[in-house]
């Protein structure tokens, strides 16, 4: 592991607060640390003058929670840069970021980050500190040497959200592949067996101003989007106001002589006896953060691969699938790049408390700023994957790439269920509809269906026998209803291809034959339809082709959002397989 390009990736942030307040624009910088023999990503926001002269390290908790966390998180790191702090935030070892041989976590390490962090934002001065769950009880379990202060939300022990994270997936049942043997398997997530029994020593914090421990409760916060899925996760009214009023009580008065620390902007580290080389880039017209991986010597026409993350996850959050997948792919040859999309991940928007719909124009002139990114790195052939709304992305912008840039493109289109012309309502569905709807296991998709009795039902039985007339008649209407068009649907899977590319504009159906036909005619391109085996069901997808240049794909053991280590390893290896048979050299 080195680390190189020391210096600042700046990027500021635009915008007003949820509460319309002006959000002072204040810099941001990614890049990596050492800590121990690893790497840990960084991402440092500078302080507003007048500085206070002190930082801030701002822990949130690993894998599923990281992700739904990331618009809360990035709320309170800006209210807390504006407020003067110097605000380090980081993924935890072999999750996110922070990149990894192997694609199991050693979690025993996660208490040495922790202080590697610390020591680092400090420069040898004490440092504040904020964690949120299973964070904030590493937070207090830490030496309280070097830290002048902490606060902590949502308390946990790290046994309790060991506990939590296992009986999740534990409830996804079916739909997800059966775990893979060793380790700790949870969503998104695989701890090894030593890593989750040092996780489960970690202890729940407990307020003690002795220490300088204090504990913010949901009282003061709001409830913190914990165990939700992204597509509600909502920053709470209170929680930026209360941790700047927490800290304030002891913070250092405002003056003007920091700065703030400033990562490396290049890294490498050794993938299957390969050194890749990692550096921080811009990509687009709007310079959105991403990264690119490559081996230390590469051809000039090395295979290039796009990745491209799901609905509004950060580029690479929770299990490092995509990141895993580029330090592998470029331990083979290749040159990859991930990067961020219009608010998600670090460019979540400061005025929006909640996640809006990416089904949009944004994310279709972003994957094909992706593309075109990759094809200027290099003259090879161009792969770009994406997953679910990634992929919808890919196929909307295929139509927009240069001809010259098509003929050497080959999307990988992976559990995409968008295959309408009108794809706005696949966002409002989500939570709501279907076998594939990506919400977190457990959660009671049928929760809102039956609306509670008012108090006026109560005091009215003649208005309450109506309500429950009038709800048995809307039941016995939309099984009508169901029943016919899950006829109709049936029919149109079955129907010609004039009359099934009919059904799919309609709406009736979701297939990918018609938009792959239609694909057909973008020059030189190559398209794979990948499929998990109930995302195939879902749209009536069977392994097959499509045409010359386009084909159906089904890979048994991927689940929809890639929760399960079965899933993030099948995929892995497909997109690199993928990519060594596009570039023609085998591995």
Same mark, same amino acid.
């Given at each position: ?389 990634? #992929?919808?992305?890919?196929? !909307? @912008? $295929?139509?927009?790439?240069? +001809?010259?840039? =098509?003929? *050497?493109? %080959? /999307? ?40 509670? #009795?008012?108090?006026?039902? !109560? @005091? $009215?039985?003649?208005?309450? +026998?109506?309500? =429950?007339? *009038?709800? %048995? /008649? ?114």
């Amino acid at each position: 592991m080195t680390l190189s390009g020391l210096g600042r990736a700046l990027r500021p942030v635009h915008g007003s607060g949820t509460d319309g307040a002006a959000v002072v624009e204040t810099p941001v910088s990614h890049g990596w640390i050492p800590a121990g023999d690893r790497l840990l990503a960084v991402d440092v926001h500078e302080p507003a003058a007048p500085a206070r002269g002190a930082s801030i390290v701002l822990a949130a908790p690993p894998g599923r929670e990281r992700v739904t966390l990331t618009r809360t998180v990035l709320h309170t790191a800006r209210a807390l840069a504006a407020d003067g702090w110097c605000v380090v935030r980081f993924d935890w070892s072999g999750t996110g970021q922070s990149p990894a041989s192997k694609d199991v976590t050693d979690a025993q390490h996660w208490s040495e980050d922790l202080t590697a962090v610390r020591d680092w934002a400090g420069q040898g001065q004490p440092v504040h500190g904020v964690g949120i769950g299973v964070a904030g009880a590493y937070l207090a379990a830490d030496d309280d040497e070097g830290w002048a202060q902490r606060v902590v939300m949502a308390p946990v022990s790290g046994k309790q959200w060991l506990r939590h994270q296992s009986a999740l997936r534990r409830m996804a049942g079916q739909s997800l592949p059966p775990r893979v043997a060793g380790g700790t398997e949870l969503l998104d997530l695989h701890l090894t067996a030593e890593g989750a029994a040092a996780v489960k020593t970690v202890p729940a914090p407990a307020a003690d101003p002795a220490r300088g421990i204090s504990i913010l409760g949901e009282e003061e916060t709001g409830p913190l989007p914990l165990n939700v899925h992204p597509r509600v996760a909502t920053v709470p009214p209170g929680v930026t106001g209360a941790v700047v009023a927490a800290l304030s009580e002891h913070a250092p008065a405002h003056n003007e002589g920091t700065t703030a620390p400033e990562p490396a902007q290049q890294a490498t580290v050794e993938m299957d006896g390969t050194t890749v080389r990692l550096r921080r880039t811009t990509v687009g017209a709007d310079r959105r953060p991403g990264i690119v991986t490559e081996p230390l010597e590469r051809a000039a026409d090395a295979p290039g691969l796009g990745l491209v993350s799901p609905g509004s996850d950060v580029m690479e959050a929770a299990g490092g699938l995509w990141l895993n997948t580029a330090l592998l792919a470029s331990s083979r040859g290749a040159v990859c790049l991930l990067a961020e999309r219009t608010d998600t991940g670090e460019l979540v928007r400061s005025d929006r408390s909640r996640n809006p719909n990416p089904y949009d124009r944004r994310t279709v002139a972003e994957c094909r700023e992706l593309i075109l990114h990759v094809a200027s790195l290099t003259d090879g052939p161009v792969t770009a994957a994406g997953i679910c709304l990634g #992929a919808w992305g890919l196929m !909307a @912008a $295929a139509r927009e790439l240069p +001809a010259q840039i =098509s003929a *050497r493109t %080959t /999307l990988d289109v992976i559990n995409n269920v968008a295959w309408q012309r009108q794809p706005w309502r696949y966002w409002r569905q989500g939570l709501t509809e279907g076998p594939l709807a990506p919400r977190v296991p457990g959660e009671d998709p049928t929760a809102d269906a039956v609306p509670a #009795a008012s108090s006026a039902d !109560a @005091a $009215a039985p003649d208005a309450s +026998a109506l309500g =429950s007339l *009038r709800r %048995t /008649l809307t039941t016995q209407v939309g099984n009508v209803a169901r029943t016919v068009v899950r006829g109709t649907r049936a029919k149109a899977h079955a129907a010609s291809p004039r009359v099934n590319s009919l059904a799919a504009t309609l709406g009736i159906i979701d297939v990918p034959q018609p938009e792959l036909r239609r694909l057909e005619r973008v020059p030189g391109l190559t398209v794979n339809a990948v499929f998990g085996t109930l995302d195939a069901e879902f749209c009536g997808a069977e392994t097959g082709r499509i045409g010359p240049r386009s084909a159906v794909v089904v890979v048994d053991s991927l689940d929809h959002s890639m929760f399960s280590t079965a899933a993030r390893r099948a995929m892995a290896q497909f997109t690199v397989e993928q990519l060594a048979a596009t570039s023609g050299v085998s591995h």
